[in-house]
């Protein structure tokens, strides 16, 4: 599905699951639509909705060019309001952008989400890059089950948004990988957050951002390292003693340079950051291991302690030196590889 527009009151530039249940998305692309909410997949009033081994890119939504009180332009690939339950599994949301919340994807429901060995990389927006969670308006606390596990979020960013048309006014940037408000009960699970910028004047976390104290999220055995920005920042975010914070924020008991390297097929269906050989996350989590990591690989625990992060290193599989061969390509197609 794409290269479609849709402007109607319910969004949905690719897809609008509406009133509907039990709905599963498998092995599609959703790439290219525009909308002014739900540039790839605007979901409301839906019970049970799934989406599997698909791809969610290069979408975008915009603000309505006149005043509109459900115009706010939020999720530029996802946007998930009054549902029951939204898995994402072995899923890429990529490089789409929203005005204001929710580049990759905007959660706005008192429910149920799980982001499972999944990728959130490169999108843009004004409050969560990657991913906003929280209330749709400003209200009290919502009681959730969020869960991300397993799942990279890497190079998104925020930056500052002014409604030209709608009447709310002008908002910093918050949170590039990650924005959270008015929500309680997020766990994020053995997955990397890495890469993502807080950008222009009174930016706030590049990686991490809990917006009101009231919110409640709980970070085990993961990763928040090379953010622009400082990389957790604000309210109710609880720590375990084994994940890596790199800048010690929100009251990291481990920080420093985890040494992950780029963004890229370590093998699995999603693009994933692996570890240096010498990084801090390798084995040291004991008892918070999840059975494999994004890619589907068993997590190796023969000495004691998993890695921390969305990627497992494994010794013979993720060590060879890419300096120790070179590749002379055949006219026929194929390659000759020679050790050196």
């Known amino acids: 599905m794409r290269n479609n527009k849709d402007f109607s009151a319910f969004g949905g530039g690719g897809i609008r699951i509406l009133d509907s249940d039990n709905i599963r998305l498998e092995s599609v692309v959703i790439s290219d639509n525009e909308s002014t909410k739900g540039g790839g997949i605007a979901i409301q009033s839906s019970d049970n909705t799934v989406i599997v081994d698909s791809q969610i890119i290069g979408n975008h939504v915009s603000e309505p060019d006149t005043p509109d009180s459900a115009g706010i332009p939020d999720g530029g690939g996802i946007r998930a309001t009054s549902v029951s339950?939204?898995?994402?599994?072995?899923?890429?949301?990529?490089?789409?952008?929203?005005?204001?919340?929710?580049?990759?994807?905007?959660?706005?429901?008192?429910?149920?989400?799980?982001?499972?060995?999944?990728?959130?990389?490169?999108?843009?927006?004004?409050?969560?890059?990657?991913?906003?969670?929280?209330?749709?308006?400003?209200?009290?606390?919502?009681?959730?089950?969020?869960?991300?596990?397993?799942?990279?979020?890497?190079?998104?960013?925020?930056?500052?948004?002014?409604?030209?048309?709608?009447?709310?006014?002008?908002?910093?940037?918050?949170?590039?990988?990650?924005?959270?408000?008015?929500?309680?009960?997020?766990?994020?699970?053995?997955?990397?957050?890495?890469?993502?910028?807080?950008?222009?004047?009174?930016?706030?976390?590049?990686?991490?951002?809990?917006?009101?104290?009231?919110?409640n999220i709980s970070l085990t055995n993961s990763i928040i390292a090379n953010s622009r920005g400082q990389d957790c920042a604000d309210g109710a975010t609880s720590v375990d003693t084994v994940s890596v914070i790199e800048d010690g924020s929100c009251g990291a008991s481990r920080s420093g340079n985890p040494r992950i390297l780029a963004l890229t097929a370590n093998g699995g269906p999603t693009f994933t950051h692996a570890l240096a050989e010498n990084s801090i996350a390798r084995n040291s989590s004991v008892g918070t291991c999840t059975v494999t990591d994004q890619r589907g690989k068993k997590r190796d625990i023969s000495d004691g302690a998993c890695d921390v992060g969305a990627f497992e290193f494994i010794e013979g599989l993720d060590d060879v030196d890419d300096t120790s061969f070179f590749v002379v390509p055949l006219k026929s197609g194929k390659s000759v590889i020679f050790g050196l």
């Open 85 to 215: 339950f939204l898995t994402l599994q072995n899923t890429v949301v990529s490089s789409n952008t929203a005005g204001f919340r929710g580049g990759g994807i905007a959660f706005l429901s008192s429910s149920d989400l799980l982001i499972d060995s999944s990728t959130i990389s490169k999108n843009q927006a004004s409050r969560g890059g990657g991913i906003y969670l929280g209330a749709r308006f400003n209200t009290t606390t919502k009681s959730e089950n969020v869960q991300i596990v397993n799942s990279t979020i890497s190079r998104n960013v925020v930056k500052p948004f002014t409604f030209e048309f709608q009447f709310y006014g002008s908002y910093n940037a918050q949170g590039g990988g990650i924005s959270a408000k008015y929500i309680d009960g997020v766990e994020i699970i053995s997955s990397t957050i890495n890469g993502n910028q807080a950008l222009g004047a009174n930016a706030q976390s590049g990686g991490l951002h809990t917006e009101s104290t009231s919110s």
